[in-house]
């Protein structure tokens, strides 16, 4: 037995159970130094093949647990196998005699078990992946929507066809495997159609489609685009795809690209206009520009196997949610004991909006308890400055983590007279720990005693808010003095679909692994370098964050972007190595990326929900044109306006025209007054003639 395969025997051994018949012997291409076997199993009587196919699967999915690589073909009913043939010098067999197997056998039975096990756990990614091939098809060819366009590339591009491209191979036109992807033989890629599930680690570890909530990787033709021709850039696949996929436009019959098609989409939609007549189109803001821009992809390691949880095991899936809280945790768990070469430490101020209701909850749970695996000292919303003070660790080798729920009042508190003392000092606190880092934090002076010194706190923020009250607690006082200007600000999916998780949430073991490694480390005074590469771009950066600003309040933004870029780099860095964090070229890009997208995203907001009283004030200036158009002491100038006005209707033609407003500060006031429960917008139809859109007084 010593000269065969040892752990080979026990594995057919332990499966057939002892006593039973088999027989292992070395194929005619073995070799001293490349040992294959073929086994035989004996059974008692012809078996049905249902049941013999099961029990192929089971043995080889537990040769697979024993380390050992089998040739995945013996799964067919029809491969032949040669019997003993020795063709060179090298040949030896082992033959243990007994009955035929007991298919009811205790190691039959486990191994039966274990395969029903194993095949639960692919068909629970498998409909997570149904479901998201559902909703892909339920958009519409040609809604423009990302979806839409995905399930168009799928249509034309089989799951089957892409592994064939790729460089996967088949045992059976089902089950795939992947020799660069995959250290073990196991064909684990299974396709099902239009989708396909990865029973191993192997698309989880390199990063190819969603993560299921068991921890299997799934996905369809356009993750292996993705993945293999674009480098894992989903944006970059987008672009490519929209110009390979084909549309025939229903009207003309000619065949245009995605691209081509979407866009004349665009252009139609553009000179539709449900609330303005003619004369007031040109005014009406581009309904077209996108209130956001989206972040990068999750950086490759412990980041993106944090969000791919988070998405997992949520009930509605925020990717750009999951982001900042990945990232706070990160951030959270470097404390003041690793710094970069100017003294800054890596704390981050980072904010998450989304609409009440939309999935805040999780991320932020999920943030608390990835901070705290790293060694963080985690605490909610503090009541007060000194609150927030009283918590702060006294050593600099214990980063923290601040999660707020509802983080919109912190913003405004710091420059409203009306705000709460205590409240007021906790925003003051907040500032002034932002950057206190470098050096250190004196603590307030109590009765009696010595205000506290902290040594180099590393305080990182995590708050969500709903755009509705962000809106009304920020101006630009929030950005130039305030905490708005030093956080980073992604928006979520306000239509984001509901889910069913499959799991609760587990911690990745990547995360888990690095986590423990930054917990040895920080006891230790660690720097952060850079490389030449990632050095020359940031300082290029230093430069390219000040230009270009579109106005005062962008310009706001920016000052403070290569701060927090040089942060975010450093997080990576630490988290990448430990022990000798080095900044390189690939986390300045991402961080520049990041910024970049939370500058744009906030500039758009602010440029769309400003509140410096501007809004209100407008607000108060419609309602009472209003109330002097229906108490006609207002005349209008066109028979229709007149018609409406009888029918206690405010034309909105006529109070733009006579509050002179421009159009974009029309709709701002109206949403107030909206809200308010003022007015409501509405459509006056009169007997014949055309539409107008107008104002109802409530």
Known sequence: MSCINEISIEALVAFAGAGVALVIYSTSTASPTVRKWRGIIALPSPIAYALWHRMQRALHLHLTKHGIQFDGSMERAGQYMVAPNKTSDF????????????????????????????????????????????????????????????????????????????????????????????????????????????????????????????????????????????????????KAAAQIVTVTDPETGEILSWHEWTQKIWIADQNKDPFFEATDSDEYPNRAEPEFDAPPPPYPGPMADLVAVILATSRRKQPALALCSALAAMAAACPGSFYLPAGGRLNLYIMGVVDTGMGKEHPRTAAENAADTAGALVIGAPSSGEGLEDNLPETAEVGMLVAVDEVAHLLGNLNDPNAAPYHR?????????????????????????????????????????????????????????????????????????????????????????????????RNVWTQINYDPQADARLERALQEFELGARDPTEAALRRRSYEKADRIAGVLAVWDAPASPVVRLAHVEWAIGLVNASNAAMWRFLNKHMHEGTVQANAAKVLEWCQRILSKEVLPDRGLESEAISAGAVPRSLVLKRSKLSAKELVDAVQQLSAQGDVEAAIFKPSEGRECAVLRVL
Request: glycine fraction near 14%; charged fraction near 20%; hydrophobic fraction near 40%.
């Open 91 to 238: 040949y030896l067999h082992h033959i243990i005699e007994g009955v035929g197997l007991d298919v009811s056998g205790a190691g039959v039975v486990k191994a039966l078990a274990e395969l029903e096990a194993a095949d639960a756990l692919v068909e629970m990614a498998a409909k997570e992946a149904r479901r998201r091939a559902t909703e892909r098809k339920s958009q519409r060819v040609g809604t423009g929507s990302y979806a839409g366009l995905i399930e168009a590339y799928n249509a034309l591009n089989p799951v089957s066809d892409g592994f064939a491209k790729h460089g996967f191979d088949s045992r059976n036109g089902v089950d795939w495997h992947h020799p660069q992807l995959q250290t073990s033989g196991s064909y684990s890629w299974r396709d099902f159609g239009d989708y396909w599930v990865c029973a191993s680690a192997s698309s989880r570890d390199h990063g190819i489609g969603t993560v299921s909530a068991n921890g299997f990787g799934y996905g369809d033709a356009f993750d292996l685009f993705v993945h293999f021709e674009h480098g894992g850039n989903v944006d970059a696949a987008i």
């Open 425 to 521: 000092t906790l925003s003051a606190n907040l500032l002034r720990l932002f950057s206190a880092g470098a050096g250190g934090y004196r603590g307030r002076v109590k009765a009696g005693m010595t205000g506290k010194h902290y040594a180099h706190p590393s305080v990182t923020l995590l708050g969500f808010a709903t755009p509705q009250k962000l809106g009304i607690s920020v101006g630009l006082s929030s950005v130039t003095d305030g905490l708005l200007g030093r956080m980073l600000v992604l928006f979520g999916d306000d239509a984001a679909t509901p889910q069913r998780p499959g799991a609760e949430f587990w911690m990745p073991e990547a995360l888990s692994a690095a986590a423990q490694l930054i917990r040895v480390q």
